[in-house]
């Protein structure tokens, strides 16, 4: 068994996960020059006495995709 060779590996996952983690903490403190990021919520909060939500689950209905995509695009 090469121990090194497992070493190694795990080595690398963490430096995977290191990058993964610095691109989450750029995106998610306000995004780069090429990418914007929108809360859902916030266009969705505007429209609450509408039927944006089913009944039966969490899920946006079409009215709400709607909304979002016009504000986003």
């Known amino acids: 068994m090469d121990i090194g060779a497992t070493e190694r590996e795990r080595k690398q996952k963490y430096q995977e996960l290191d990058e993964f983690k610095k691109v989450f903490k750029e995106l998610f403190s306000g ?31 079409q009215l709400a995709a709607k909304y979002v995509y016009e504000r986003v695009c």
Not at 33 to 41: E, Q, R
Not at 43 to 53: A, F, G, H, M
């Open 31 to 61: 995004g780069t020059a090429d990418l914007k990021l929108t809360n859902p919520d916030d266009i969705l909060n505007k429209y609450k006495s509408e039927y944006i939500y089913f009944r039966t689950d969490h899920h946006w209905t």
